[in-house]
């Protein structure tokens, strides 16, 4: 991976981390992006110290703000010549309603709004790359969602899940949407599911019975952050998926997604709404 130029955001914790330690130690130069600068700052250091991989470095962005992606995006084309790799990692679960300051649900903002937001507006960069790879981290709750144009914008009965689910279909639909809007292009894009994975995903700024929930669940059939990455690390530097464009992988493997997925209907009515949605 020597060369290539990734960009993985919320790579400061949990899968997103583990991903971008185990690339660094492969011999790319990595892009953390991250929200809280002593976070990622000490994500780095760690990176370093642990692969002698000097070429890790950060940019720092809240990834529900689409203000914030834009001048992270600005940022990342006057540093970088090329980005080999994008990787949409950064996610959350959210227990209560609440609006992102672009008047959207927080769970979809975070989870879909920034992945589309950020890969549009990298893109070109991406296009110079001869590598150009595109990862979308979606998650087997997919399988689950359903889209409620109405519930990204206001309050129809929040419920923590129901959001999640919706936001990683979501993350689903985008990629099968980008992968036919790429055709003809270098640039293939894939999403995955990590797993059941030990993270602090269900721990943060949830309530106390959710955080048990997690908690317990997590611990007993959750596996290893290091094996919950290993499909995100597959995706980005493996030769037998060169030219694989708009599938869903599960444990480095192709897997038939929900078959709402497939929707192109769908695809285009969620790609249509997320632009105009979009604040200029
Ligand atoms: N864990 C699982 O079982 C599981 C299963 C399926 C899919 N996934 C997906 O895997 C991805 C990573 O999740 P994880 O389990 O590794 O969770 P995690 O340990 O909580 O890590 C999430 C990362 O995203 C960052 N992030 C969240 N909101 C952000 C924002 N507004 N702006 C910037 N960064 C933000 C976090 O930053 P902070 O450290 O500042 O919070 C952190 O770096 C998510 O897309 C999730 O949906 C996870």
């Known amino acids: 991976m020597k060369d290539k130029n990734i ?3 919320g790579g400061n914790a949990g899968i997103g981390f583990e991903t971008a330690k185990e690339l660094a130690r492969m011999g790319a130069n990595v892009y953390i992006v991250g929200r809280d600068k002593t976070k990622v700052e000490s994500a780095v250091q760690q990176i370093i110290s642990e692969t002698g991989n000097k070429s890790v470095k950060y ?21 970088l010549p090329k980005v080999d790799v994008l990787i949409n990692n950064a996610g959350g679960v959210f227990p209560k309603f609440q609006l992102s300051e672009d008047g959207l649900e927080m769970c979809i903002a975070t989870n879909h709004f920034a992945y589309f937001l950020l890969t549009n507006l990298l893109l070109d960069l991406i296009k110079k790359s001869d590598y150009a790879r595109i990862i979308n981290v979606a998650s ?18 929040h419920f923590i899940l129901t959001a999640y689910e ?14 036919e809007r790429l055709k003809g292009t270098n640039v293939t894009v ?23 929930f997690w908690t ?21 530097s493996s030769d037998k998926v060169k030219g694989v464009r708009g599938k869903y992988f599960d444990k480095c493997a192709i897997k038939e997604p929900v078959p709402l997925a497939n929707d192109k209907n769908l ?6 709404f997320t632009e105009k949605h979009i604040v200029n």
């Open 59 to 79: 940019f720092i962005a809240n990834m529900s703000s689409q203000k914030s992606i834009r001048q992270l995006a600005e940022q990342i084309k006057k540093e």
């Open 190 to 212: 894939n999403c995955l599911h990590p797993g059941m994975v030990k993270t602090d995903i269900g721990i943060k700024d949830t309530q106390w019975y959710s955080k048990l």
């Open 140 to 157: 087997g709750s997919h399988y689950r969602g359903k889209i409620d144009f109405e519930s990204f914008t206001r309050d129809k009965g």
């Open 216 to 236: 317990l669940i997590s611990q007993i059939a959750g596996i290893s952050v290091k094996d919950g990455a290993k499909t995100s690390i597959y995706l980005a």
């Open 7 to 9: 960009v993985i955001t």
């Open 166 to 179: 919706q936001s990683k279909l979501a993350n689903v639909l985008f990629t099968f949407e980008l992968a």
């Open 267 to 272: 695809q285009k009515q969620l790609w249509d």
